[in-house]
């Protein structure tokens, strides 16, 4: 509740690998929230590409309440493995 009017809560994925907190690990990456006056919030999840496409990844923020959301999914191992490969057409 103490966010300011004018702050808009930020979102930033890290890599285990960026963090000094514990023992590096490839399995996990962490999301990291931030919005003034607090401290950076981090939640641990699983190593996966997260999936950026619309409807699957959002963010929002109810100013009048305060509340901050975030929507995150990844994308499936099939997706994973083929989304570099050329000349498949990405899947919608």
């Not at 619309?54 to 009048?64: L, P, R, S, V």
């Not at 901050?68 to 057409?89: D, H, I, N």
């Amino acid at each position: 509740p103490e966010i300011s009017q004018d702050v808009q809560p930020r979102v930033r994925f890290m890599s285990a690998f960026e963090q000094k907190v514990e023992e590096p690990d490839k399995q996990f990456q962490y999301l990291l929230v931030a919005a003034e006056p607090y401290e950076t919030c981090a939640f641990k999840l699983q190593a996966r590409e997260i999936d950026r496409s619309e409807g699957k990844y959002w963010t929002w923020f109810d100013e009048d309440n305060k509340e901050f959301w975030v929507q995150v999914t990844f994308k499936t191992e099939r997706e994973e493995r083929y989304s570099g490969v050329p000349g498949l057409a990405p899947r919608r």
